[in-house]
């Protein structure tokens, strides 16, 4: 962990722990016994999201050429989704693995690593359609006062996102992957690197042919927004299990809202405390009080545990397992 990374896990802890003590652990605790084995069932439901989040990737590869399994790219997915969830690693190092996760069973660099990363960046260009679809719906429902004090600094998140991708597929365009590459070995010397050059300009090409089709673009595009949209089943059931059942249309609201404020403190690890202040924040506008928020934003942590920590287990099974085999070259054609 870099000083940097520790730094920003330290303010969102110090901010989690306050917004903890601010309601009151104790009310906090009791709301989430109160839902008790309903975790689970919400835990459960995130499959539903993280299968069309893996499809999504899955339409990216070229569908006469050899690609990975169904089965194999979801588990990838859970695997890089646990990373960015539960390790500081930022949101780089959730799909860096994927990438792994999936070269180590032979697939190939190239045409892996531009899906992932493709994938990557249309999941938050959805993201912030979504968003902006939840903000549609908080002008709908806030009042003059509320639509200054919270609609502000969520339009304010959106707008981070969207330069955040902007700037991301601007740089894959120009050929992120090998100018980094070459720029790293100018820093470093000595070494030759010239196959690795050759497969990070490899990589650029498949990025670029893959924002060219515009048919898998407007597939991965889709199924990423409609991820985002059932995701909100996951809010629509903890509340339930809660005992402040509220509409689709509330639970949409707090989702798309809540994921992009999320989403802007990506820096973060785990967008931890501010995940919490996002939902106490919007809590009003749909009539939940504090505690049931911030015990909401508690549940989807819970989930993130149920799900990541096996995720983790799985992918370090995976490390082990390719050390003992030992790892195969990396294929670099398509």
Do not use: C
């Not at 969102?12 to 605790?29: D, E, H, M």
């Not at 799985?314 to 670099?332: D, I």
């Amino acid at each position: 962990m870099t000083r940097v990374s520790f730094m920003l896990l330290s303010i969102g802890t110090a901010l989690f722990v306050a917004l903890l003590a601010w309601q009151g652990l104790g009310s906090v605790a009791s709301l989430l016994a109160v839902a008790g084995w309903g975790l689970v069932v919400v835990a459960a439901f995130h499959a539903l999201p993280l299968v069309i989040d893996a499809a999504a990737i899955a339409v990216l590869y070229d569908a006469r050429a050899p690609r990975p399994g169904a089965a194999r790219i979801l588990v990838a997915r859970w695997a890089g989704e646990s990373v960015n969830s539960l390790l500081p690693a930022g949101q780089i190092g959730g799909p860096v693995l994927m990438v792994r996760y999936l070269t180590q069973r032979g697939e190939a660099l190239p045409a892996t690593a531009a899906a992932i990363t493709v994938s990557t960046t249309m999941q938050a260009a959805a993201q912030i359609v979504f968003a902006l679809l939840g903000l549609a719906l908080f002008g709908m429902a806030a009042t003059a006062g509320s639509l200054t004090r919270v609609g502000e600094p969520v339009l304010v998140a959106t707008l981070v996102l969207l330069v955040v991708v902007v700037a991301f597929v601007r740089a894959q365009r120009h050929g992120v992957f090998g100018r980094g590459l070459r720029f790293v070995s100018q820093l470093l010397g000595r070494r030759d690197w010239s196959q690795l050059t050759s497969q990070a300009d490899a990589i650029d090409r498949a990025v670029r042919t893959l924002y060219a089709d515009r048919r898998r673009m407007t597939a991965t595009f889709v199924l990423s927004l409609v991820g985002w949209l059932v995701g909100t089943g996951e809010v629509w059931l903890a509340l339930r299990f809660l005992g402040h059942p509220v509409g689709w249309t509330e639970a949409l609201l707090l989702e798309s809202v809540g994921q992009a404020i999320r989403g802007a403190a990506f820096a973060i690890p785990g967008s931890l405390g501010v995940q919490e202040g996002g939902y106490l924040l919007l809590a009003p506008l749909v009539g939940l009080p504090p505690d049931t928020a911030l015990a909401l934003s508690l549940a989807k942590r819970v989930r993130e545990l149920m799900f990541g920590l096996p995720g983790l287990v799985a992918l370090q099974w995976s490390e082990r397992r390719s050390q003992r085999v030992g790892a195969a070259p990396l294929p670099v054609a398509d």
